[in-house]
């Protein structure tokens, strides 16, 4: 199964609410959405189970993503609390609309070494999985996403290894962020074939451009538009058809809805129904 869907609430929408969000998703005939928590979690518990209620009558897959203010490779105990909070309160709201991921942005290495981010953030996703457990709340996981600045956590090796080592963690794969961090380059077959062992892949998708910053190696500097085609949708798409891959492909392109029914077309031109 493909899904396809915005980043948050269309641009289209009349009614800028969540509900309205996931109402006009479904109105364009697409089937996710991304519920975005970047700047905080104002959602309160019952706000979300109606959310949830609605997708599920609509039949759109709802993810949630967590604030952006989250780094658990920081050395500062408060700062490291305050961000398993952040993600704690969203994968309550996740839990209460039937979601079953929270997306966030690990970290930035800081003044520790790839190793010592690499063990801050497996010690820190134990914790909150061991929480998310006690709460009640263990069927939503923790999505763990590529990065696309090299000072951030969060190459597709570290996320795997992650994902690897606990439990209820998964890899959330932005193929922006693979092609900005590798300066222009994305070996679409290479990464299916590393997370061909999961039954669902969750991505994000938008053009984007971005900094050479040395020999294959890039940082990220602003999203585009998909059709820019950097990167290319054609081949990613033409890998998951050929593949067969059951996959979420959230669009984060300043467009939004617009690259998400360029995306369905390309898929329904192949043949396939939404």
Request: net charge neutral; with cysteine.
């Amino acid at each position: 199964m493909i899904y396809l869907g915005p980043a948050g609430v269309p641009l289209t929408a009349s009614d800028k609410s969540t509900i309205g969000g996931v109402r006009r998703v479904a109105e364009l005939g697409l089937n996710a959405m991304e519920v975005e928590f970047v700047r905080g979690v104002s959602m309160g518990r019952e706000m979300a189970r109606k959310v949830g209620i609605e997708a599920r009558k609509l039949g759109v897959r709802l993810s949630v993503h967590c604030p952006y203010f989250v780094n658990l490779c920081s050395v500062e105990k408060v700062k490291l609390e305050a961000s398993k909070r952040r993600i704690l309160d969203s994968a309550d709201r996740a839990h209460a609309m039937g979601a079953d991921l929270v997306v966030f942005h690990p970290g930035f290495y800081g003044k520790l070494t790839p190793q010592q981010a690499l063990e801050a953030v497996v010690e820190a996703c134990t914790d909150l999985r061991k929480r998310m457990e006690k709460a009640r709340m263990e069927e939503v996981c923790l999505g763990l996403e590529t990065m696309g600045k090299q000072k951030t956590f969060g190459t597709l090796e570290e996320i795997l290894t992650v994902s690897r080592e606990v439990e209820g963690c998964v890899p959330v794969v932005d193929w922006a962020h693979l092609y900005a961090r590798s300066a222009g380059e994305v070996k679409w077959g290479e990464v299916f074939e590393r997370v061909r062992h999961l039954k669902h892949l969750h991505t994000h998708f938008t053009g984007v451009e971005f900094r050479v910053v040395g020999p294959g190696k890039g940082n990220e500097d602003h999203h585009l538009e998909m059709p820019a085609g950097k990167p290319p949708f054609e081949p990613l798409g033409e890998e998951i058809l050929k593949r067969k891959v059951d996959i979420t492909i959230i669009s984060e392109s300043p467009a939004l809805e617009r690259d998400s029914l360029l995306m369905r077309e390309f898929f329904e031109k192949r043949g396939v129904r939404f």
